[in-house]
């Protein structure tokens, strides 16, 4: 599949199917993961995989933005004192979410293209995921992504048009561009 | 494979009380539109009820009410404006059926 239709028929899927997703799958999903780019090739990111059925529930019970039903789960956490070690201030407190973040993006985006779909989740408890799954001190949870085949074909949502949102050179100015949005 | 465990009256109860803790947790910090989607999925959870615990005689009517919640409670995500127009829908469902209840059948 083109990368560009990958990224853009990519949506957030909220009803799956109970299709178990097998394991070499989840492998090409943690490998496209940890190929993200991070800054200063700290590569803060830990993923905890969450397959068994019982502690997906647990973890569903207390993630009120798990949105439907999932035979997997990966919670992408970031090793914040690595970042604060190797990164300072500036890692711990903005690096370790934007290189987790595109790790994710990379989750998803491999995910869609094996035929699976996905969801970025914020909300979820995190101090009951914490204790779920024994994140160690340091360790951040920062995203879970619920994965699964999907059961439906979610309506893209409109674009915020590109005039609003590109400038060339200077902000504000016109960029011109074909695209309609 | 078995997705959702069988669940008493209890343990569903308790389901509900995780997930209006949690709920609470998450809409310290969350946008603001999402404290009336996570009510709305509250009101979805609770349609169930009668489904797992003993004593309680199905609510045709709020199935009903679950299943335009489910329809419409993922507006929030690309159509706010329609969300806001979903809620007004369902709370003038309810309003009728309160009609319904308390006041025509007295």
């Known amino acids: 599949m083109d990368i560009f239709e990958v990224i853009k028929g990519r949506r957030s899927v909220r009803r799956y199917k109970s299709d178990v997703v097998s394991n070499d799958v989840v492998d090409k999903i943690l490998d496209a993961a940890r190929w993200a780019p991070s800054g200063s090739n700290i590569q803060p990111w830990k993923f905890v995989v969450i397959s068994d059925m019982n502690l997906l529930e647990l973890v569903r019970k207390v993630s009120p933005g798990y949105l439907g039903e999932t035979p997997l789960a990966i919670l992408v956490c970031s090793d914040r004192e690595r970042e604060y070690r190797v990164g300072g201030t500036l890692g711990r407190d903005y690096l370790s979410i934007a290189d987790c973040s595109m790790a994710v993006e990379n989750m998803v985006l491999a995910a869609y293209a094996l035929g699976l779909g996905s969801c970025i989740v914020k909300s979820f408890s995190r101090i009951a995921v914490k204790e779920m799954l024994e994140i160690p001190e340091g360790i951040e949870p920062e995203l879970l992504v619920i994965i699964g085949y999907p059961a439906h074909k979610p309506t893209p949502p409109a674009r915020i048009p590109i005039g609003e949102i590109v400038y060339l050179n200077k902000y504000g100015e016109k960029f011109p561009t074909s695209l309609e949005r | ?106």
């Open chain 2, 1 to 106: 494979m078995k997705m959702t465990e069988q669940k008493t009256g209890n343990g569903y109860l308790f389901e509900i009380a995780l997930f209006l803790a949690t709920s609470a947790q998450g809409c310290l910090n969350e946008p603001p539109l999402y404290g009336p989607f996570r009510l709305l999925d509250a009101l979805s959870k609770l349609a169930d009820f009668p489904d797992h615990a003993t004593g309680l005689a199905p609510d045709p009517f709020l199935k009903e009410i679950k299943a335009i919640v489910d329809e419409k409670k993922f507006l929030v995500m690309y159509d706010v404006d329609a969300f806001r127009k979903a809620i007004d829908e369902i709370v003038e469902k309810l309003v009728k059926e309160m009609k319904k209840r308390y006041i025509e059948t007295k």
